[in-house]
């Protein structure tokens, strides 16, 4: 507190004599406020050192420090033989004090850019992804299966390479050896001619929504999206400012044709064509080639998300988008949140050979990239082959899991919940009655400690069918079979009738 005494200040000031901080930097922190937050006046002439010192039963040797630090940061300004002065230049306008601006800021909205300002304001209701598995979260792989003992040993071999190896800014298009390995790789396994060129690493699928739907996107651009569809792509191309038209999905996959009737003149299609997000259909053949054709007649471009085309336990996999594109429209993009886990956020994106040169300049220009250590250990893991064999090990680990689920569901959620099986991924969808309340079966769930998500949070616009995703593939068998029992327990009480027998809505 200051209290004016003439043409003095005095000064009443607390100092915890327990605290870790230095007394120096707690009367240089409360000085500083003071001046700050106007309590003195530019040009207020503060106590000697000497008075100070003596009033706050300090050393002097404390309260010169404290005045040193004021100094150097020119808030205040000792004239010689004559004392110490609150700065002339605070005469100024200055910033308020935290709490003031602390109350300002949540009295006054901030100002976005228009396009980010509405797009916040189109966002769902998705607070953050999950960070540790149980009954039945969605998005992670395995945790207990993943090999750390290899992965440890990959990335302190790495970390004791040399210093100039190391340390330095990483190619911003990604590391050589990881756009080669994960060209092979999709060669290999998902049916994918391209070179290393076409790679180009970022953090995470997600990021490679954004940065396309940024360069290839204008504010209003209709975007095909399937409805319902990816929750988190949904945001990242909402943030562009385009306009997302919501494309009805069916066994097939999305509908090309009520896509035409919609909005002919669209400038990209999302479409996650090996495991529809999220209720698990696989793009028939024929509506591939029909997207394929509709995107060429419209100069649209589209994204292919195969998120966890590599986890299919059931018979062969069906070929990726890219696999069969002709047009060189299709942006593919893969992800390593599923293929290894999460926390590393890296995806890549191959773009087709008309957009290389784009997304190079993009990267180059302004972007940094992914961190060179991930990538890098990432790069060895899968030339050493341990990422082929954990991808094969995983693939029966999911059939498992969804196996226990299965047989669970049969014992205890009949007439409640018609699971649907499926043949790849990390989960599956169960329909409710039409007319069940999904949230407040998701709400009742968690109360007992189990997550199901809605089907209606994946949509953009209302649809007619309710249900729950449930994600089996990082669940470990005993805690899917005892998180049927809770939800059996769930749908009892909150389900308002039961589900006909095998009625698929
Ligand atoms: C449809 C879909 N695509 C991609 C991803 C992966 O996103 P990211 O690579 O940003 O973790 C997810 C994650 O759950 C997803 O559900």
């Known amino acids: 507190m200051v209290k004016r005494a003439g043409g003095s200040l005095l000064l009443s000031v607390a100092i915890d004599p327990r605290s870790q901080r230095p007394v120096s930097t707690q009367l240089y922190v409360i ?67 935290a709490a003031a601006s602390e109350r300002a800021a949540a009295a006054i909205a901030p100002r976005l850019s228009v396009v980010m300002g509405e797009a916040v304001a189109r966002f769902g209701d998705r607070q953050r992804l999950p960070h540790a598995p149980r009954a039945f979260t969605t998005a992670l792989p395995a945790f207990d299966a993943f090999p750390m003992a290899q992965w440890a040993r990959l990335s302190a071999r ?59 996107l204008d504010p209003r651009d209709k975007v095909w999206f399937e409805n319902p569809g990816a929750i988190g792509a949904r945001n990242s191309l909402i943030a562009t400012g385009a306009e997302l038209v919501p494309v009805p999905v ?7 044709d009520e896509g035409l009737r919609m909005s002919p003149r669209f400038r990209l299609a999302f479409v996650t064509p090996s495991h529809q997000q999220p209720l698990g259909s696989v793009m028939s053949l024929e509506r591939r080639f029909a997207l394929l054709h509709a995107a060429e007649q419209a100069g649209a471009w589209i ?55 784009v997304f190079r300049a993009i990267m180059c220009k302004f972007l940094q990239g992914v961190p060179s250590s991930t990538q890098s250990v990432v790069a060895e893991f899968i030339d050493e082959g341990h990422f082929a064999s954990h991808i094969r090990r995983m693939r029966r680990l999911y059939a498992e899991r969804h196996d226990v689920l ?84 769930v749908l009892e009480r909150h389900a308002r009738r039961p589900l006909r027998a095998g009625a698929r809505p």
């Open 406 to 489: 299965r047989q669970a569901a049969r014992r205890k959620l009949d007439g409640l919940l018609l699971l649907m099986p499926t043949d790849s991924g990390l989960h599956s969808v169960g329909y409710l009655d039409p007319a069940a309340r999904e949230i407040e079966i998701a709400r009742a769930a968690d109360e007992r400690r189990i997550t199901v998500s809605p089907i209606g949070r994946f949509a953009i616009v209302p649809i007619a069918i309710r249900g729950l995703v449930l994600g089996f593939g990082g669940v470990r068998p005993e805690e899917i079979e005892a998180g049927v029992d809770v939800l059996a327990e």
């Open 31 to 97: 000085l500083r406020d003071m001046i700050l937050s106007a309590a003195f006046s530019a040009g207020d002439r503060l106590p000697a050192s000497r008075t100070l010192a003596r009033d706050l039963g300090l050393s002097r040797t404390t309260v010169i420090e404290a005045f040193d630090r004021l100094t150097a940061e020119g808030l205040v300004e000792s004239r010689t033989g004559s004392g110490t002065y609150v700065s002339v230049a605070l005469r100024a306008e200055r910033p308020r004090s």
């Open 303 to 357: 994204i292919e998300d195969d998120y966890d085309g590599e986890f299919f336990f059931g018979g062969r996999p069906p070929p990726t988008l890219k696999s069969v594109d002709t047009t060189g429209l299709v942006i593919y993009v893969g992800t390593f949140s599923k293929s290894l886990f999460p926390a590393l956020r890296l995806g890549y994106l191959v773009a087709p050979p008309a957009l290389v040169d």
């Open 250 to 256: 069916d066994d097939a996959g999305l509908r090309v």
């Open 158 to 216: 790495y970390w004791r390479g040399g210093r100039d190896d190391v340390m330095g800014y990483g190619d911003p298009c990604g590391e050589a050896r990881l756009r080669r390995v994960i060209a092979s790789h999709l060669r290999a396994n998902r049916g994918i001619a391209c070179d290393a060129e076409q790679v180009f690493i970022v953090g995470g699928a997600q990021q490679a929504f954004h940065l396309i739907g940024t360069t290839l």
